[in-house]
């Protein structure tokens, strides 16, 4: 156990990378290892941070062995808040057209504003091109560009957490409020808030589908860059949740893109659709997340004007997820799939692929035997 007053840990504000996490700015104790830090309030059992800190851990083990992803290297790799990248890109390309912009470019990456910028006409593209580049900053160049950003800018135009440094390792919140709730958890940028009512020790898989949705935040700038019905499938995929493919005709879960759907249900349905991609297309989740992350495809809604979770408000559909899928979705047959024939033929698709994969039909979930029931914990993930 540790007192947050007395080792003088930051715990982050910034509310995009920290959402239903501002209780645990308040709590000083908190339980750390060498992977994971649990923040609880003064009531807060040993007992339940220490369950959450092998929760945790356990989960991150589960990500590698699945989807072959070290979280904590990634939470290494880019250690600050999303904020601090947006801003620190729009600083570049106000300045990348001037002679003292491409100076300052150069001083901090170490190479010159190439001809492939300068050919760049349009906004969106110049952006998405130095948002790239500065995604793929070190943490000392990072650091060394915030300087400059703040040397620069009118103080009052950054917010109180602009350039703060994130934990290199995920943090956990430990919120009593949520057990009045039917939310089970939430994931964000650095690691889940959670209910505390829960000591089944099989919801451990249900941390993994959190930790998953860390990962996500690690490689799209806001959630509502990918639909819905990928963004819970694929956690649910990563918690080793395998739903029947053969009930693919009671739901069209592509329908529920920006619905606030609750329950397995729906998120079954939803992991039918990534089964689905994720046999056909052999590393289609990650795949597509790096993809968005590393061609800079930036088709956001300032999170000044909406939250990131008010899916009926965004200008949806975002061509990011479409140009990502579409780069590596198959046919059962392995030829190429677009997003928008993987919509007008979802069913028939289901139908090829349990047709070729006779094992599909047999994996349905036990809710006796199974590692994870829903039981009385049917909730929000």
């Known amino acids: 156990m540790k007192s947050k007053a007395a080792s003088g840990f930051i715990y982050p504000t910034n509310t995009l990378s920290m959402y239903d996490s501002k209780i645990c700015r308040n709590y000083d104790r908190y339980y750390e290892t060498d992977k994971v830090m649990v923040f609880g309030g003064s009531n807060t059992s040993t007992e339940l941070f220490e369950r959450f ?12 062995q699945r989807m072959g992803t070290d979280l904590l290297a990634l939470q290494q790799r880019y250690p600050f808040s999303l904020e601090t990248y947006l801003v620190a890109t729009t600083f570049f390309q106000e300045h990348a057209s001037t002679f003292e912009g491409k100076q300052l470019y150069l001083q901090i990456t170490g190479e010159e504003l190439t001809t492939d910028y300068d050919d760049l006409i349009d906004e969106t593209l110049q952006k998405k091109y130095l948002y790239q580049k500065v995604r793929h900053l070190d943490k000392s160049q990072m650091a060394n560009l915030i300087t400059m950003v703040k040397e620069q800018l009118d103080p009052s135009s950054l917010s109180d957490s602009f350039g703060q440094s994130l934990p290199e390792k995920p943090i956990v919140c430990l919120n009593n409020g949520f057990n009045n709730t039917n939310y089970w958890a939430t994931g964000n940028l650095v690691g889940y808030t959670a209910r505390t009512d829960d000591d089944r020790p099989t919801s451990a898989y249900i941390v993994t589908h959190e930790l998953m949705h860390t990962v996500q935040h690690q490689y799209v700038t806001y959630l509502s860059q990918v639909d819905r019905w990928f963004l819970e499938g694929s956690a649910e995929h990563a918690m080793g ?32 659709a990534v089964g689905y991609l994720e046999a056909t297309s052999p590393g289609f989740i990650i795949n597509v997340l790096k993809y968005i992350a590393d061609n800079g495809v930036y088709h956001v809604v300032t999170h000044k004007q909406n939250s990131e979770y008010n899916y009926d408000v965004l200008n949806q559909p975002n061509p990011d997820f479409r ?59």
């Open 53 to 64: 800190a092998s929760w945790t851990e356990f989960g991150l083990t589960d990500l590698q």
């Open 241 to 272: 949740h395998i739903p029947d493919p053969t009930t693919h005709n009671n739901r069209y879960p592509l329908d529920d893109k920006w619905e606030s759907t609750l329950g397995s249900i729906a998120y079954s349905h939803y992991g039918i």
């Open 323 to 381: 140009e990502a899928f579409n780069a590596y979705a198959k046919r059962p047959d392995g030829s190429a799939l677009t997003y928008s024939d993987f919509e007008s033929e979802y069913h028939e698709l289901i139908d090829q692929w349990i047709a070729l994969q006779p094992q599909v039909e047999s994996r349905s979930i036990n809710t006796t035997s199974n590692r994870f029931s829903y039981d009385s914990f049917d909730l929000k993930r």
